[in-house]
């Protein structure tokens, strides 16, 4: 239930046909060319599942243009030498800004405008050879912001150094009250 209803929110209702917008169908992944378990990379001498950048752009242009945001979103993948899966992108009311993410084999990248502030948040993770800085080039001439900050995350790059445990869920007070009673 929480995986269909988490689709939803994100306007990919599995039940039923989007209204939204006609969907956008780019090539299937591929496989595993190796004999690795994992697709795990190396940036910069780290094994991690790949970077992830925080980009937020300030002063940006034409974040209501929807044809430019999607072709813009395409050239991103190109350049990266990613594998687009699924582009899905919303125009909120009023050209209130756009939402969106193309989705990729090798992670996403997901943007969402605020047009009427000039600030637009993008989201770009890749892992394997892509290369997402690549995109963020792409973005800033798309959108020619006044300014750009750029944060960098690399994804699981404490995987080789120890091992994620899940962590068991608390009983809820009332529970605990009932066991003891």
């Not at 991690?48 to 050239?75: M, N, P, Q, S, W």
Request: charged letters at 30%; aromatic letters at 4%.
């Amino acid at each position: 239930m929480a995986y269909t209803d988490a689709l939803f929110q994100l306007g990919m209702d599995l039940t039923r046909s989007s209204t939204a917008q006609k969907e956008d169908h780019g090539q299937s992944a591929l496989d595993a060319h190796d004999d690795r378990k994992d697709h795990f990379t190396e940036r910069n001498g780290v094994r991690c599942a790949g970077t992830h950048y925080i980009v937020d752009l300030f002063g940006a242009k034409r974040l209501d243009d929807l044809k430019l945001i999607k072709e813009t979103l395409k050239r991103c993948v190109e350049v990266a030498g990613a594998n687009l899966l699924h582009i899905h992108l919303h125009r909120h009311t009023d050209k209130a800004g756009v939402s969106g993410t193309a989705v990729l084999a090798e992670g996403h990248i997901s943007v969402h405008s605020w047009p009427e502030t000039g600030y637009l948040a993008l989201d770009v993770f890749m892992g394997r050879d892509a290369n997402p800085e690549a995109a963020i080039d792409v973005a800033k001439q798309a959108f020619r912001p006044a300014k750009a900050v750029v944060k960098q995350h690399l994804r699981a790059k404490a995987v080789g150094e120890r091992v994620l445990k899940a962590v068991p869920k608390k009983a809820p007070a009332r529970e605990k009250a009932q066991a003891a009673a």
